[in-house]
């Protein structure tokens, strides 16, 4: 008995000291939890009628979080007081700030805000629905929303409902029912009553689920009769992220509409007032403001009197205007009082007149009283100007040439343009040509011959300014591109509109060059070798531009469409196409290389 007891003994303990030394090496670890957080009871139920309490608290088998609720959260009908929504061991509570609405179900989408405490492994869009009164309603509406100008899906936006025909009611009163829409642009509006309704989806900057201007938005022409049928469905089942297991089919529930296409805009119009003025030298100032205006601004001056001894200089969109003074005695003035008259954009975005007085003054660089100047000769200041000219030049370019301030006089006698053949010098016309109002920029137009050289020339003192400076020697020689290096692209629609504009877009979705579409076919010569897209867009009102929406004028953006394919272009070669622009559903024609965040194009 005695070595029995003896031999139990040391079993034991060789037991205990195998698993202390266990203990003592580490956990030898085990899969990764992955699966989110699991339900188990709430207080209602989810699906409960003739629930009246503002406060609802959800119990999950694992201890959780709330991540970001207000990101998160969303309440259907809209809250305009944000609930307390909170986690707590293994509880979600969530208080209602808003008084309950009667007869009314409340949808809960708690998004991606729910995760266990551990691994943050979330629970997907969960949904909780009550009613306040006998019925749940079920109804569902949804679909897409894109940016209208570039067809990116639009992420984070509030898309909404109202029971009222009038448009004006989106101006009014907060949406009755919301989604939100997901990283695909893809939305839901659930438990929706039967009925007819408006659809917008709106930018909404200070969260009171109504437009207000400015905000960016998207509406649909037509009224929505949410409905729903029983029809077979198929279910995908995946081995993996790419090897399909087995499709199930089964009878379920399809909610109509679920196709909703949405395409979201800012009008063109923005708040309007004046941003600052810059004085970067003692001839001229210039007044910036933040979008197009309508009119010049009107300056009085204050402490001086120019009488008309100035040159504008105004950018088509009337938002930056430089004035060049011409007269020595107010350029020399430190400091130029004036008052400026503009139109401003006021709390109701109405423009008004506004009179700022502003001082306008040089800043002079500091000088170190200390410092030992030079004992050089002064530079002669010349008048300055750049071009475009380089040593491999387009054959479709003019000469652009650039001054540094208004040009008073030009000798034409000192300009010489040559076209070199061998060691001979040709001499040709020069055709300057004014392009603009500021007598600051000018061309040189010329008929350039593929593969051939030439040579522009111009003695010092070519040109003067209004400030009496003279230019220095120029000299530049340039060869021109074989026409080999070039290749073109050649749309035709397949279905003509005249109204078509095609666009030639570059791999970062930006315009290079549009045209009207030609019945025979529209030509886009002279392009560089490399990848090209190509967007077309319907030009309502012929105006030649991409225009945005209208809400108050009930007016959609203007539609556009992507060719479905990257363009790979070579050099000596054209690529010729016939597009049918409609063949193609809308959502799958932009290519994935072009496809990004819409938001960062609208500024939502």
């Known amino acids: 008995m005695k070595k029995n007891y003896l031999f139990i003994n040391i079993i034991a303990l060789a037991i205990i000291v195998y698993s202390c030394a266990n203990k003592a090496g580490g956990p030898t670890g085990g899969p990764k939890d992955e699966t989110p957080p699991r339900v188990l009871k709430s207080t209602p139920i989810n699906g409960a009628l003739n629930f009246k309490k503002k406060e609802i608290q959800i119990i999950f088998d694992e201890n959780i979080s709330v991540e970001k609720a207000t990101e998160n959260v969303l309440i259907s009908p809209p809250q305009l007081k944000q609930p307390d929504v909170k986690g707590n061991s293994k509880i979600v509570s969530l208080k209602f700030e808003d008084e309950l ?12 805000a729910i995760v266990d405490l551990n691994e943050k492994n979330p629970l997907k869009n969960y949904r909780f629905s009550f009613s306040t009164g006998n019925e749940i309603d079920t109804l569902k509406i949804s679909g897409q929303l894109v940016n209208a100008e570039e067809l990116n899906p639009m992420q984070g936006i509030y898309v909404g409902i109202y029971k009222e025909n009038s448009d004006s009611v989106f101006f009014q009163k907060p949406f009755l029912r919301i989604g939100k829409t997901d990283e695909n642009g893809n939305f839901i509006i659930d438990n929706v009553k039967a009925g007819k309704y408006k659809i917008f989806a709106l930018g909404d900057i200070n969260k009171d689920y109504y437009y207000q201007p400015g905000e960016s938005v998207a509406f649909i022409d037509s009224l929505v009769t949410p409905s729903f049928r029983i029809e077979e469905m198929r279910d995908t089942v995946w081995k993996d992220s790419i090897t399909v297991d087995s499709v199930r089919t089964y009878m379920g ?6 196709s909703v296409l949405l395409r979201f805009f800012k009008e063109s119009k923005k708040r309007q007032y004046f941003v600052k003025y810059e004085r970067k030298q003692a001839q001229s100032f210039s007044l910036f403001f933040n979008t197009t205006a309508a009119e010049l601004p009107v300056i009085k001056p204050l ?6 001894k100035y040159i504008e200089q105004k950018n088509v969109t009337l938002d ?3 004035y060049w003074i011409t007269d020595a005695e107010v350029y020399k003035i430190d400091t130029l009082d004036m008052a400026i008259t503009y139109f401003k954009t006021d709390s109701l975005f109405n423009l008004v007149k506004t009179t700022d007085t502003i001082n306008v003054f040089m800043r002079k660089p500091k000088v ?9 000769e002064p530079k002669t200041e010349f008048y300055k100007f750049s071009t475009n000219a380089n040593a491999s030049f387009d054959v479709y370019n003019p000469l652009i040439f650039k001054f540094d301030a208004p040009l008073a006089n030009v000798d034409f006698s000192m300009i010489k343009l040559v076209q070199k053949i061998d060691s001979v010098s040709k001499p040709l016309a020069v055709k300057w040509r004014q392009i603009d109002s500021t007598l600051m920029n000018y061309a040189i137009d010329y008929k350039w011959e593929p593969e051939k050289s030439y040579e522009i020339t111009a003695d010092s003192t070519a040109f003067r300014s209004i400030y009496h400076l003279e230019s220095d020697k120029f000299e530049m020689k340039f060869k021109i591109k074989s026409l080999d290096e070039y290749s073109s692209i050649k749309l035709l629609a397949e279905k003509f509109d005249s109204l078509i504009v095609f666009q030639v877009l570059d791999t970062k979705d930006a315009v290079l060059v549009s045209k009207k579409a030609q019945k025979k076919g529209t030509k886009f010569e002279f392009l560089k070798p490399g990848d090209y897209f190509i967007r077309a867009f319907i030009d309502s009102n012929n105006n030649g531009k991409w225009d945005t929406g209208n809400l ?9 469409y992507y060719y479905p394919k ?3 272009v070579k050099a000596n070669w054209e690529f010729e196409e016939t597009w049918d622009l409609y ?3 809308l959502l799958e024609q932009k290519p994935q290389e072009l496809k990004k965040d819409g938001n960062k194009k609208t500024g939502e």
Not at 103 to 112: A, K
Not at 253 to 258: G, I, K, M, N, Y
């Open 303 to 308: 402490n001086f009197n120019w009488n008309g």
């Open 552 to 560: 108050v004028k009930h007016i959609q953006p203007e539609n556009v």
């Open 368 to 376: 170190n009283p200390k410092a030992k100047l030079p004992k050089t």
């Open 583 to 585: 063949s193609t559903p």
């Open 320 to 322: 930056s205007i430089t």
């Open 566 to 568: 990257k363009l790979n």
């Open 253 to 258: 529930t399809r909610f109509l509409p679920d």
């Open 101 to 112: 609405l009667d007869s009314t179900t409340y949808t809960i989408n708690f998004g991606d």
